[in-house]
Each structure stands twice: as structure tokens, then as C-alpha cells.
């Protein structure tokens, strides 16, 4: 299993362009999620999905959108990238929300940079 | 909602003193808790967990106890070593029957630096 894998490692976008940040994983899991993490603030929640087709917003979800067509894949959309979205972000997926099976697993992160 | 507050860094040590972390938390019902680790230039890792009270959690020589009474997970070690440098998470996922339910909340993390 590649685990979770998330592209691309490194981006740098210009103020008001847009782009996708990618995230799969191959464990057939039914919870997927999007933090961003920014100095001495720990991970905040962007958006998470229980399963295809149903996503709902997290902590910190202005500015970003997410859809969940298949149970692999979780794409994070800026569609006018701004400087306070520099930061890095993790995508994390687990089995489910029950607790016996709540460990959540993440990918390597993309650092973004928004100029 | 809720919450979790972490000991401020950052944390440096020699290598193999002992090791506290703090961590306390705020929440309804009785969340999980973990403790992540981030490794320079890597995602999170899952360290240990506890789901009830008075759990411990343990791995790699870490350990940390459910405290329901004093809202508390501190992570500690015996003896550090150089390899364990890394940032450090604690946090929460919310029980059942809460708006919070399945969603993790992240302490702001403590870095740990420990030089030979």
C-alpha cells in the first residue's frame, strides 16, 4: 500500500490564481480530511468527507472547496489563492469515525507558497 | 467546543534526560486522545492513543495516561535520544452523540530538540 500520497510536494502560486492540491489513498477508507498547518497553531481542519459524495466543512473553510467523487480521491481546490492560504498542508484519511478504529493517517504534506 | 492546550516550546534536552510534555484538553463526553509526532521535513505519525480513562498509551518508550479527572494526557519519556527530535501533537477526537464527533483537534505542537 502507497498509503496516502499527496501532490505536490512544493507550489508557489501568485495572489488570485487557482489550483488543486491532490491526495489519494489506497486503504478503502471511508474518512478523508484537509488541515492546514501554520506556525504555533497546531493542524486546523479545512474540510472532511465521510464518504463519496458527502463532504462538510471544517474549522477554517473560507477559501477552499472539496469534492469527493470516489472513495480514493480528495481534492482541495483554491480557487483565488490569497497570501494568508501560505501554509502546509496535510491530507489524513482513517477507517471510519467509530473510536475502536480511529487512528487517522496522513500524507507527506504540500508546502504552499502564495505570493 | 473543543480544545486542547500543549506546554510551550521549545523543548531542548541532552540526551537520555526525561522527558514531560503537557497536555490538558476540553471537551464533552469522553473524546479519544493521541499523541502525533512529526519528523523534520515528514507528515504526522501516530504515536500512541488512549480511548477511555485511565487508559495508557505507550510506543517506542512513550508513554501518556488518560486523566479524566485533572482533562489531561501528558506524553513522557524516560530516557531521550538524539532520534526522537521532532515536533510533537497532541490531540483529540470527539465522542459520539457531539457536533465533534470523528473530528481531530490539534494542540499547537512543542518541538523537541535533543543534542548528544
Redesign the interface.
Known amino acids: 500500500n502507497a498509503g496516502?500520497t499527496q501532490t505536490p510536494k512544493f507550489q508557489v502560486l501568485k495572489t488570485g490564481q487557482s489550483m488543486t492540491l491532490q491526495c489519494a489513498q489506497d486503504m478503502n477508507h471511508e474518512?478523508m480530511?484537509w488541515?492546514r498547518q501554520d506556525p504555533?497553531?497546531?493542524?486546523?481542519?479545512i474540510h472532511?468527507s465521510?464518504g463519496a459524495g458527502i463532504t462538510d466543512q471544517?474549522e477554517v473553510p473560507n477559501g477552499y472547496n472539496v469534492s469527493r467523487s470516489t472513495t480514493e480521491d480528495f481534492p482541495l481546490r483554491l480557487l483565488s489563492a490569497a497570501p494568508s492560504q501560505t501554509s502546509v498542508y496535510?491530507c489524513?484519511s482513517s477507517y471510519s469515525?467509530r473510536?475502536?478504529t480511529?487512528?487517522?493517517?496522513?500524507?507527506?504534506?504540500t508546502r504552499l507558497t502564495v505570493l | 467546543g473543543n480544545s486542547v492546550t500543549q506546554m510551550e516550546g521549545p523543548v531542548t534536552l541532552s540526551e537520555e534526560a526525561f522527558l514531560t510534555i503537557n497536555c490538558t484538553y476540553t471537551a464533552t463526553g469522553y473524546p479519544s486522545l493521541f499523541w502525533y509526532v512529526q519528523y523534520p521535513g515528514e507528515g504526522l505519525q501516530l504515536l500512541l492513543k488512549a480511548t477511555k480513562a485511565d487508559d495508557k498509551g505507550s510506543n517506542k518508550g512513550f508513554e501518556a495516561t488518560y486523566r479524566k479527572e485533572t482533562t489531561s494526557f501528558h506524553l513522557e519519556k524516560g530516557s531521550v535520544q538524539v532520534s526522537d527530535s521532532a515536533v510533537y501533537f497532541c490531540a483529540l477526537r470527539g465522542s459520539a452523540g457531539g457536533t465533534s464527533y470523528g473530528k481531530l483537534t490539534f494542540g499547537q505542537g512543542t518541538i523537541l530538540t535533543v543534542h548528544p
Do not use: C, H, I
Not at chain 1, 102 to 109: C, K, L, N, V
Open positions: 496516502v474518512y480530511s488541515y504555533g497553531m497546531g493542524l486546523r481542519l472532511y465521510v471544517g496535510f489524513a469515525k473510536r475502536d480511529d487512528t487517522q493517517y496522513f500524507g507527506p504534506g
